[in-house]
């Protein structure tokens, strides 16, 4: 289910993406809007914490998370697998760049947030 979950997320950040370059948004001003959206779509409020566009590496945290949020400090693995996959798609595709995307704090574990640093 979570490779699942990820696969949809990745796809869906990818197409995002394309769509938001194709209404001719660049770089960071094209993730900032992507984010921007997800607080409206009620997906949880994100918040670029650190950002290096040069290296495309940063630290992104983002509050009630709606995929991490049913499973609120419920047990010791995190559960954005949607929302991981998601960014990884958002980013390799305005970027043209290839990610990692790490959830290192999550509040299905009992953290104040969901943190996920990309490299």
Do not use: H
Not at 9 to 20: F, M, W
Not at 52 to 80: A, M, T, V
Not at 93 to 117: M, P, S, T, Y
């Amino acid at each position: 289910g979570a490779v699942i979950l990820y696969e949809m997320g990745l796809k869906a950040g990818e197409t995002r993406a394309k769509e938001v370059i194709a209404e001719g948004f660049k770089g960071s001003v094209a993730f900032d809007v992507i984010l921007s959206e997800r607080i409206a779509l009620g997906w949880g409020v994100p918040k670029l914490i650190e950002f290096d566009e040069n290296k495309i590496e940063g630290l992104l945290s983002i509050q009630e998370l709606f995929e991490c949020l049913p499973f609120k400090s419920s047990g010791k693995d995190s559960r954005s697998c949607f929302f991981r996959g998601y960014l990884v798609g958002v980013i390799n595709k305005i970027f043209n760049k290839k990610v990692r995307v790490e959830e290192v704090e999550c509040i299905a574990k009992g953290d104040q947030i969901c943190l996920f640093k990309f490299k």
